[in-house]
């Protein structure tokens, strides 16, 4: 069977190009360009990676990306008083806080404190909430990406079975949601399901977001299945391997993601797409 392998590099490249388009017509309009505001508190390497690309992806779109660096010592009241701000600001339309979190830090507090028009994480209640009754919303990047990335290759979802093996609000619950909305029969599987085996292997798509290199292998997956592959482990010798164990699945797969180069860029993508959305939204123009 002839493997499609999913090149997320390649399509957020595309993306780019039509953003970079997008957001200079927006600025032609309005006479501003969108704006994101990356929020990042500490040093932890992971992050800083992160972080860099993102506002490095904003800016090659022309979107406004300042740095706001905080030291990792930053009070809770402080981080606060800079989503306030933020809020106010009519320059930013999008705040993202990086996580993970210094540990003295209440996290939902904060990123409950976030204008839910600004969320372009899409993890404020009322856009979760906004999700689940399936309105228009500002939805997290991952999954979000995932969809694009699917519906860019010609991958139908209605009517298929889509098991989502994770739960996490950033990725497992509104992924499945999103499966929900585009009319899939979804299965969510976690830590404690029974018979991950003879779940997964019912899927035709799958999406792995477990967080365990190598945690799929080709014992759970049936033959033509569309393999979604999440994770992002490092292995023994510090190279980065995905959930899904690619070389032994990709044989039974017709379609695969790759890491890197699958799910990563996608949600970098899917950023710059919520933060045009969310421009749109304060200026009062259509937005998709
Ligand atoms: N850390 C890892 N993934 C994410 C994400 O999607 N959003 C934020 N804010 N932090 C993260």
Not at 226 to 243: P, Q, S, T
Not at 275 to 285: K, P, V
């Amino acid at each position: 069977m002839a493997t499609t392998i999913l090149n997320g590099r390649e399509l957020a490249q595309t993306l780019l190009k039509e953003q970079t388009e997008k957001v200079a017509e927006l600025v032609r309009k309005k006479g501003r360009p969108p704006g994101l505001a990356v929020v990042l508190v500490g040093e932890d390497p992971a992050s800083r990676t992160y972080v860099g690309s993102k506002r490095d992806s904003c800016r090659k779109a022309g979107i406004y990306a300042p740095d706001i660096n905080l030291p990792v010592d930053t009070p809770q009241s402080v981080i606060e008083e800079k989503i306030d701000q933020l809020n106010r600001d009519p320059r930013v339309d999008g705040i993202l806080v990086q996580l993970p979190l210094p540990k003295q830090i209440v996290k939902d507090e904060i990123l409950y404190r976030i204008d839910p028009g600004k969320d372009v994480d899409g993890f404020h209640p009322v856009n979760v909430g906004r999700l689940v009754i399936g309105m228009k919303t500002l939805a997290p990047c991952t999954p979000t990406g995932i969809i694009t990335l699917l519906d860019r290759y010609g991958l139908s979802i209605a009517g298929k079975h889509a098991v989502v093996v994770g739960r996490s609000l950033i990725v497992g619950k509104p992924m499945a949601l999103l499966l929900l909305a585009r009319d899939a029969t979804v299965t969510i599987c976690h830590s404690r399901t029974h018979d991950l085996q003879g779940e997964t292997r019912r899927a035709d798509i799958l999406v792995a977001a477990i967080g365990r290199a190598h945690a799929i292998t080709k014992d759970h997956v049936k033959p033509g299945v569309v393999v979604i592959d999440v994770g992002m482990n490092r292995n023994a010798e510090g190279k980065l391997v995905g959930d899904v164990d690619f070389q032994g699945v990709f044989p039974l797969s017709s379609a695969i993601t790759p890491v890197p180069g699958g799910v990563g860029p996608m949600t970098i993508a899917t950023l710059l797409e919520n933060t045009i959305r969310a421009f749109c939204l304060h200026e009062g123009l259509p937005h998709p």
